[in-house]
């Protein structure tokens, strides 16, 4: 058998790759050699190899031994790369549906979802495997839900249905800081009368208890009473009688008690809170920190507005620079409150751009300033729209040659996004036993050149270049 | 000779050099470190405090050896202000720097209060109470603003402080000024405004007598009803409010004047291109003017009497005792320029009016104190003195000369503008370099520094400066 596998492996070098079945029969094992495996655990395996079997990564390494039955796709020798699929944060663009601003926070991104044929499709291809909606609207549109993008159909499942708040301090300050202190106010006294509530209802349900518990005192004293006399008078007609009078007198007592009981009422035993207004529900949770929001912010200046109206509150969120659906040319700027953003420790979504300051030709790398200030970064197409996805890559690449550190800006599209929409379990690091989900490219991830050729998830693949070449 | 620079620079090491990472152009100068002659009442320390500053940075801002205009206590040549947190803390020839302030070396410069425009628009959005909300500390104009040496505006109503790292406290202030239309072009709105202020007088007389008789027992009378008497004019008249007035022409001053003289109020007078003709009767009605030395007026030779603008205007107000702000044709900034007519270069305006013969003492006063009293803020800002607030600015020459340009501006003790760091003019006569030797001196020092302080076991000292040099 060793024999065997040795023979194998002198062998699958000359093995033409075998295109022809991407994916193995159940138990068959998938393996893809690549000139680079960006495992983003540790340092990336050079001429390396990633073997899958049953949805899950059963080796990762430089030196493969092939086992048998297994399929192998060998990409090597044009800077093919293994990437853990690529996250999109935001993506309004999926949601064609509009509506004005305001608090509407009781609106989930899904619910206005109806996609056109092939959109998520065009995003697999571009190595998307996870992409975040957006609600529509401006002030207070909703809530964000996630997608996979190898699902199929207008209105597929989401992988989560509502999770962000989202807020938008954008256009007029004035307006938006005016929309966000009230709806922060309003929830503050939800909480409130929520706090106040309880405390009656807790207070009314211990003298509700202790009431009862009394009552039952006086009940087992009167019976031991009985039972006292009952043992110091006679046997038989006595105790018939003083069960008589101790049964008698009390459901009379009890009676007159249990009409007052009536009139009182029990309280409910579990707590029922006042109702919210289901535009206010997430802010609520917000402010009472089980929900996160995305706040965006299209000028500095609404950053230090949005830090003043917090004030001492401390409810967790995230900020994306830039508003609408694309970055102004002119946001340079940005980096003026890149110390503000730093010292309030939050994550920070952007596009990866390289915008001048407002009226020069001075560019900025607001990304690489950021994560030097030790935030952590996020990285967005730089446009909102599918042509923004497909230049992704490029704008990337740019961002890097400026000096972002390839490491991070490679984690700020794959695994920090993920855990910003809670997916990290399904983008990983590429190691043994984390489940198979990955991208493949024929090239270096930072060449724009290089294409997405497979996509896999949970082993599966999703997306096949060739035979998609072969449909066309 | 270069490498000898850089092996100073290696040798120093950590020195002063590169201990300024709040403020990227070190000062390569020694600046005030020497015992002082004079102990500073506070102690300073030199932690972060209150104050404005960043995290881990000093509350101290020292602007050092300049010749500082005070406006109110006249000229301290190579004097220090000291600012703490947003405030002014001292002001002098010997005021010690506390260890690990911030620093501005002014030697060789000018330092004058910020300036203050009593009419702006475009810099800052909003009106009134929405500044507070609205205030864009990073749009262009604050930015203009401050490279014209304005650190204060009015605007729509309220009186905005041009911060520019952040939108706690930008708003200053509400000037509660009534506009009372009084031309001698609109009779009916002349009547109207006559028998308002009438009809607020007789309510105060009715309101006295009323008073009068209460105090001397007597009961059955009843107050007058307030409800018929105009509020605005009843404001005036207890001078709870200014007048505003629009009146360039003497016609339409003398009308103002008249009724200043008939209804004793506070006034401030928009516009007084003919205001020097009658002078004297403005000084005595106590009204505040508002002009433009260079707002033509054309004279009319059909009259006998002085008429139409003089360049002179300003110098014979100032000699009447009319207190005045100068404010430029354009109240807002435009790029089109470096010496327009608009509040990127409000000293421009401000000279022709010296070129008229108004002192320059004056001239300060009109962009400075005399604009703040306008506004009603003159407790807070218009002046350099202790417990002001921390408004200034550093020129390369003197104010009122067209070379001139604000090197530094500070805005409540925070480091607003320098003219090295933006991108508007610091090609332009670029402030100075040290020379090699400079830098091998402060190197050389630094590392004596070091080496005293590891001696004394002392603490971490370097400040964090803003000096000559890039």
Redesign the interface.
């Known amino acids: 058998m060793p024999a065997a596998a040795a023979l194998l492996l002198l062998a699958a070098p000359l093995c033409p790759p075998q295109d022809e079945a991407p994916e193995p029969p159940a138990g068959r094992p998938l393996i893809f050699r690549v000139d680079r495996i960006e495992t983003l655990a540790g340092e990336p395996i050079e001429n390396g190899f990633l073997q899958v079997r049953d949805g899950v990564i059963e080796k990762i390494g430089d030196v493969l031994v092939v086992p048998e039955g297994a399929v192998v796709h060998d990409l090597r020798g044009d800077g093919s790369t293994i990437l853990p699929p690529l996250v999109l944060a935001r993506a309004g663009f999926l949601i064609h549906s509009t509506r004005g601003g305001g608090r509407n926070g009781r609106f989930r991104a899904i619910d206005s979802l109806w996609l056109e044929e092939g959109e998520l499709h065009d995003l697999l291809a571009e190595g998307i495997l996870i992409v975040a909606i957006d609600p529509p609207g401006d002030g207070i549109p909703g809530r964000t839900s996630v997608l996979a993008t190898d699902v199929e159909g207008h209105r597929p499942e989401a992988l989560v249905e509502d999770l962000h708040l989202r807020l938008r301090m954008e256009g007029?300050?004035?307006g938006a800081?005016?929309l966000m202190r009230k709806a922060i106010a309003d929830a503050e006294k939800a909480i409130e009368k929520e706090k106040e509530a309880r405390a009656a209802w807790e207070k009314a349900r211990a003298e509700w208890e202790a009431r009862q518990k009394a009552e039952a005192e006086q009940k087992k004293q009167q019976e031991q009473k009985q039972g006292q006399e009952q043992g110091s008078g006679g046997r038989s007609e006595p105790s018939a009688r003083g069960r008589g009078s101790a049964q008698e007198p009390p459901p009379g007592q009890d009676g007159g008690r249990n009409g007052g009981k009536e009139e009182e009422q029990e309280p409910p035993k579990e707590f029922q809170p006042p109702k919210i207004d289901p535009n206010l529900v997430p802010v609520v949770e917000w402010l009472r920190r089980e929900r996160v929001a995305w706040v965006s912010f299209d000028?500095?200046?609404a950053v230090?507005?949005w830090l003043?109206l917090l004030g001492d509150r401390d409810p967790a969120w995230s900020a994306i620079l830039g508003g609408g659906s694309r970055f102004s040319r002119f946001a340079g700027?940005f980096m003026?409150v890149r110390?503000a953003l730093a010292?309030a420790g939050v994550r920070v979504l952007l596009p990866a751009v390289l915008p001048n300051?407002?009226?020069?030709r001075?560019p900025t790398h607001p990304a690489a300033e950021l994560d030097q200030a030790g935030v952590e970064i996020v990285l967005l197409p730089p446009r909102g729209d599918l042509e923004g996805v497909r230049s992704f890559r490029l704008a990337l690449a740019d961002l890097v040659r400026e000096g972002l550190d390839r490491r991070i800006a490679l984690e700020a599209v794959t695994l920090r996004p993920a855990a910003a929409l809670g997916q990290e379990e399904i983008v990983r690091p590429l190691e043994v036993g984390a489940p198979a989900n990955f991208i493949v490219f024929d090239g270096d991830v930072l060449d724009p050149t290089a294409e997405v050729q497979y996509v896999l998830h949970d082993g599966r693949v999703v997306f096949d270049r060739s035979l998609e070449e072969e449909e066309e | 000779m270069m490498s000898w620079i850089v092996l100073a620079l290696v040798l120093a090491g950590p020195a002063p050099l590169a201990a300024a990472p709040a403020v990227p152009v070190p000062s390569l100068r020694r600046l005030a470190q020497e015992p002082p002659p004079e102990q500073p009442t506070e102690e300073p320390k030199a932690e972060a405090e209150d104050g404005n500053g960043?995290?881990g940075t000093s509350p101290y801002l020292a602007v050092v050896g300049g010749e500082v205009h005070t406006v109110t206590d006249g000229v301290l040549p190579a004097a220090t202000v000291l600012c703490k947190g947003d405030r002014i803390l001292k002001v002098g020839a010997g005021v010690r720097v506390p260890e690990g302030a911030r620093v501005i070396d002014a030697t060789g410069m000018k330092v004058y209060p910020g300036l203050i425009a009593v009419r702006s628009s475009g810099i800052v959005?909003?009106r009134g109470e929405?500044v507070r909300?609205?205030?864009?500390?990073?749009?262009?104009n604050v930015d203009l603003g401050l490279a014209g040496g304005l650190t204060a505006v009015e605007t729509g109503g309220a009186v905005a402080k041009l911060l520019r790292?952040?939108?706690?406290g930008a708003l200053i202030g509400k000037p509660d000024w009534v506009t009372v239309s009084y031309s001698p072009s609109s009779p009916r709105a002349r009547r109207e405004w006559r028998a308002r202020l009438e009809g607020a007088r007789d309510f105060l007389r009715r309101q006295r007598s009323y008073e009068a008789a209460k105090a001397a027992g007597e009961e059955d009378i009843s107050p007058p009803d307030p409800k018929s008497v105009n509020q605005q004019a009843l404001r005036l008249l207890q001078r709870q409010a200014t007048a505003r007035f629009n009146a360039d022409s003497a016609k339409d001053l003398l009308a103002v004047c008249e009724l200043l003289e008939d209804f004793p109020m506070n006034a401030v007078i928009f516009g007084g291109r003919e205001a020097w003709t009658l002078a004297d009767r403005l000084g005595r009605t106590g009204a505040r003017l508002v002009i433009t030395p260079r707002a033509k007026r054309r004279p009319d030779p059909e009259l006998s009497r002085p008429n139409g603008w003089s360049i002179e205007n300003a110098r014979i107000l100032w000699e009447h005792g009319v207190e005045f702000a100068i404010v430029p044709g354009q109240a807002y900034i435009t790029t089109g320029g470096i010496a327009g007519r608009d509040l990127l270069t409000l000293p421009m305006e401000v000279a022709f009016a010296i070129r008229g013969g108004l002192p320059e003492e004056a001239a300060l006063r009109s962009i400075t104190i005399d604009a703040a009293r306008i506004l009603g803020v003159e407790d807070r800002i218009g002046s350099i003195e202790p417990g002001k607030d921390a408004d200034l600015i550093v020129c390369d020459g003197d104010l009122f000369d067209y070379r001139t340009f604000v090197q530094w501006a500070v805005v409540a003790g925070d480091i607003a503008y320098d003219k090295q760091m933006a991108?508007y003019f610091a090609h332009i006569r670029p402030r100075p370099e040290p020379s090699a030797g400079e830098v091998i001196d402060a190197v050389i020092e630094g590392i004596r520094d070091q080496q005293d302080e590891a001696a004394e076991d002392g603490g971490d000292g370097g400040s964090n400066r803003a000096g000559d040099g890039s």
């Open positions: 007029g300050l004035r800081k005016d000028k500095p200046a230090l507005h003043d700027n003026e110390d010292a300051l407002p009226y020069t001075i | 960043k995290e959005s909003g929405s909300d609205e205030y864009d500390p990073f749009a262009l790292h952040s939108v706690e991108p």
